[in-house]
């Protein structure tokens, strides 16, 4: 009786051992998308004649409108991540020379939008940066990155660059 006892314990321990590797695994091959550091993806990078805030805002238009408000097969629903890097003022109370600090402000500007599918936030589909690239004239860098996978590819980034330099939501159409 004891040894049948201290069999199954040991037959415990391995199953239990066995059930934390396989977890860890798992946990290991959890893809972030465009996040991982050799993420290849495809990318489009192009410049609009507009301000980076305008830029920022038609990507996020486009995010709203083709992706988060529209109905994708399957029942898929995607949500997106904002943030955008402000460059604080240096001044007391707003008190400043502001062409100087407008002109250093829109360099360092710089607004990030992530798409993901809602249950998989981790995993980056879509990457818009903003960014901004001259004051005189205007203009702005922007990038879009996409997965490089099913309904992230070519297209996709071919509807958002059209998008944002229109400043027009034009979605790509579904399969």
Not at 30 to 54: C, H, N, Q, R, W
Request: net charge positive; glycine share 8%.
């Amino acid at each position: 009786m004891m040894r049948n006892v201290q069999k199954m314990r040991g037959l415990g321990k391995g199953w239990m051992a066995l059930a934390l590797a396989g977890a860890s695994l798992l946990a290991g091959c959890a893809s972030t998308g465009l996040m991982e550091k050799d993420a290849k993806g495809l990318s489009d990078s192009f410049s609009v004649p507009i301000d980076y805030e305008s830029a920022y805002r038609r990507a996020l238009e486009y995010v709203r409108v083709c992706h988060k408000s529209r109905q994708h097969p399957y029942g898929v629903e995607y949500g997106a991540i904002r943030d955008a890097d402000q460059t604080p003022d240096d001044s007391v109370f707003g008190l400043f020379d502001t062409q100087r600090a407008s002109e250093q402000h829109k360099y360092k500007d710089m607004g990030r939008i992530r798409v993901f599918k809602i249950g998989e936030e981790a995993k980056i589909l879509q990457l818009f940066e903003a960014k901004g690239e001259s004051v005189s004239p205007v203009s702005t860098r922007v990038t879009v990155s996409v997965l490089g996978t099913g309904v992230w590819d070519k297209a996709e980034l071919a509807a958002a660059r059209q998008s944002i330099e229109s400043a027009t939501p034009v979605c790509r159409a579904l399969e």
